[in-house]
């Protein structure tokens, strides 16, 4: 009778887990439809988005599960995030979870909320120290956590980086923002690409460039912020992105003096269709941009750089753009002064110090008291010159202080962490002593393991770098021997066409101009002359367009490497070679693909000139079903496949192919040709 019950009671308990579970999945999957209400569908309107993340949060209150609550209150906070007067809600919810975060040593969230915080504080302007602080916090829990390798997470680390590279350009640490913001694109390169990574790397290459035009490293600028324009394009709503980085462009070009390229850049920007009613600030500025530059470059018509002036200068102080406003004042102060118009000069000299003394626009501040040393005469323009050099050398002093307390913030928060990792490792210890014991030999051998793997792959990630950089390196080798035969060819065909060609045309006008005199048949000889000369003027002139063709430069600088390469085998081999190249654009393979492509070939040919005793070669590059087809054919001894299986140099081969997950093929027969073919996946 008791097994009866004790059956009953087991039945019982069993059915009502079950319906608990049931329950709280259903909890689960209500809650996972609300955030996808309020993450996903971005475009839906903030309040109808803050009210599904409430309602999520109600309900995971019901499910009594502290991470599952904790996750939906950061939902939360994320979400006021996004209008400025919701900041003092967002930050109160946050301090609240960052303490449980803590309590629950939840990492991931330990990280996010300070990432957050740092996003915050750099948002709304605060001290540098707070941005610093949190968002350096946020990097030291990403770096130590395991789950930092999954893309979610690196594309969140990046942006932290981003963060603290634009509070250093603003400290004018141009270099420690560099170092920064390359860590943050390396991050996101090894992730896969999205709409996402694309806004990021475009935005990350527009800082570098930034911090590069400020360090007077122009040429390096341009390529960066041309970087940067080139993946907007991939972006979609990418006009944001394309206008700053035509501007930046051409605030570099400007740098140089390069005047044409920047008129060029803004004529082109002021023809976008309803540029001031998608963008008024950027219209302003392009304005301004343009007006000083045709005073840098002088131009005469001082009434269009008074009217540019003047128009972006009013649309700043609808728009009450004070930044602008500062950097404007101080561009047209320039311009009067030129103009000697001294009156409106020290207007826009006072106006430009008042509104950048006011914003703390450092910059804009100091262009303002030099400016206003030279208008002011006696005492009173030693006073704004004594301004100037107190205020620099203050911002001097305070550039070398800030690099000292961002180190000191960062060692401190090192400590603290360390020191909370060293109490919960303790109080972990003291409760698993005993397992820690049982289970040390199975975790040294694991370690020894992963260490193993490790170094293995560090040794192959540094290989594929060094052959990275070797390709690089023949790259710019070839381009260098291109360049000098271009320019080699081009003097020939100039010295044929303008020397030798114009003597020639010179002389068969001088004889045509002969009266000569005699038989009939010394006259017809005398023209066929003439004609032959005249054929040989067009021969010499096809010859030198031939020459200045530049049929040549149609090669990549891969196929030119390849080629240069089998000449020089061929001559050691002493054999002839073809390379036919059917369909394949090499500049889109990547260059791992095609440095794996080089080091096959290499390979292949050394082991015909060794053995294959070959008197002719052939290398066939073809696409077909959208791999990349590349076969080497000689004439060769051929030998037994099955037999010869030790060679080190087919093993290479055949490594480097399954490296890039592709097939490998050798059709070869004793006393007759070797054929070896390789596809790839591209």
């Known amino acids: 009778m008791l097994k009866k019950y004790l059956y009953i009671f087991l039945l019982f308990l069993t059915f009502s887990l079950n319906a608990q579970g049931k329950t709280f999945k259903k909890q689960l999957d209500s809650i996972q439809k609300l955030r996808d209400h309020f993450i996903k569908n971005r475009e839906d309107d903030l309040e109808n988005r803050i009210s599904y993340a409430k309602e999520a949060l109600v309900l995971s209150k019901k499910t009594g599960v502290d991470s599952v609550i904790l996750n939906s209150s950061i939902d939360l906070a994320w979400i006021y995030l996004h209008?400025?007067?919701?900041?003092d809600k967002s930050k109160k919810i946050l301090y609240k979870d960052l303490k449980s975060a803590y309590n629950f040593k939840d990492s991931i969230n330990i990280a996010y909320i300070n990432f957050l915080f740092g996003h915050i504080h750099s948002v709304v302007g605060t001290n540098s120290d707070s941005i610093y602080y949190y968002s350096y916090n946020a990097l030291k829990y990403y770096k130590n956590a395991s789950f930092s390798k999954q893309s979610k997470y690196k594309i969140i680390q990046a942006f932290t980086y981003y963060i603290i590279a634009n509070l250093q350009k603003d400290e004018k640490d141009y270099l420690g923002s560099q170092t920064t913001i390359i860590q943050a694109i390396n991050l996101v390169l090894k992730i896969p690409e999205s709409?996402?990574?694309?806004?990021?790397?475009?935005?990350?290459?527009?800082?570098?460039?930034?911090?590069?035009?400020?360090?007077?490293?122009?040429?390096?600028?341009?390529?960066?912020f041309q970087k940067s324009l080139d993946l907007s394009s991939k972006i979609q709503n990418n006009f944001?992105?394309?206008?700053?980085?035509?501007?930046?462009?051409?605030?570099?070009?400007?740098?140089t003096e390069d005047f044409e390229k920047v008129f060029e850049i803004y004529d082109e920007l002021l023809k976008i269709p309803d540029l001031f009613e998608k963008d008024p600030g950027s219209y302003g500025a392009i304005l301004c941009n343009m007006a000083h530059t045709m005073h840098l470059a002088k131009d005469k018509n001082t009434t269009k750089i008074d009217s540019l002036f003047t128009k972006a200068h009013d649309i700043f102080e609808d728009l009450q753009l004070n930044y602008e406003l500062s950097s404007s004042s101080n561009d047209m102060?320039?311009?009067?002064l030129a103009a000697n118009d001294k009156d409106k000069a020290l207007f826009y000299a006072e106006k430009a110090y008042n509104i950048g003394k006011s914003i703390r626009n450092y910059d804009e501040e100091l262009r303002a008291l030099k400016q206003l040393s030279k208008l002011e005469e006696g005492e009173e323009g030693k006073a704004y010159l004594y301004k100037y050099i107190a205020l620099n050398d203050s911002l001097i002093?305070?550039?070398?202080?800030?690099?000292?307390?961002?180190?000191?913030?960062?060692?401190?928060?090192?400590?603290?962490?360390?020191?909370?990792?060293?109490?919960?490792?303790?109080?972990i210890l003291i409760s698993i002593i005993a397992a820690v014991l049982i289970l040390s030999l199975g975790l040294l051998y694991f370690i020894r393991l992963q260490k193993a793997k490790n170094q293995k792959l560090l040794f192959e990630k540094e290989q594929e770098e060094a052959n990275q950089e070797i390709y690089g390196l023949m790259l710019k080798q070839q381009a260098k021997l291109e360049e000098v035969r271009m320019q080699e060819r081009h003097r020939i065909a100039e010295d044929l066409h303008d020397g030798i060609l114009s003597q020639l045309l010179g002389t068969r006008m001088n004889m045509g101009f002969l009266d000569l005199k005699g038989d009939d048949a010394t006259v017809a000889d005398y023209q066929q002359y003439l004609k032959e000369i005249q054929n040989i003027e067009k021969d010499i002139r096809a010859l030198?367009?031939?020459?200045?063709g530049d049929e040549e430069l149609t090669k990549t600088?891969?196929?030119?490497?390849?080629?240069?390469?089998?000449?020089?085998?061929?001559?050691?081999?002493?054999?002839?070679?073809?390379?036919?190249?059917?369909?394949?654009?090499?500049?889109?393979?990547?260059?791992?693909?095609?440095?794996?492509i080089y080091r096959i070939l290499q390979e292949a040919t050394q082991n015909i000139i060794k053995h294959a005793k070959a008197n002719y070669v052939r290398i066939n590059f073809y696409i077909k079903t959208g791999d990349l087809n590349f076969v080497i054919e000689d004439d060769g001894v051929g030998f037994d496949v099955k037999a010869d299986k030790k060679g080190i140099g087919l093993k290479n081969i055949a490594s480097r192919v399954e490296k890039l997950k592709g097939t490998f093929k050798i059709d070869a027969t004793p006393n007759k040709k070797t054929i070896i073919h390789i596809t790839l996946p591209v």
């Open 83 to 87: 209008d400025i007067k919701y900041l």
């Open 195 to 224: 709409e996402e990574s694309l806004k990021f790397l475009s935005d990350a290459y527009n800082l570098l460039g930034l911090n590069l035009k400020n360090l007077m490293e122009y040429d390096k600028s341009l390529n960066y």
């Open 240 to 255: 944001q992105y394309k206008l700053f980085g035509e501007i930046n462009m051409a605030e570099v070009y400007k740098k």
């Open 333 to 336: 102060s320039e311009f009067y």
């Open 397 to 427: 002093a305070n550039e070398r202080a800030n690099r000292n307390k961002f180190a000191r913030i960062q060692f401190e928060t090192d400590q603290y962490i360390k020191e909370t990792e060293r109490l919960s490792t303790q109080n």
């Open 544 to 548: 030198s367009h031939e020459l200045k």
């Open 557 to 596: 600088n891969f196929e030119a490497i390849t080629d240069q390469y089998l000449k020089n085998q061929s001559q050691i081999g002493n054999f002839k070679y073809d390379i036919h190249n059917k369909n394949v654009l090499f500049d889109s393979v990547k260059d791992v693909v095609k440095v794996n």
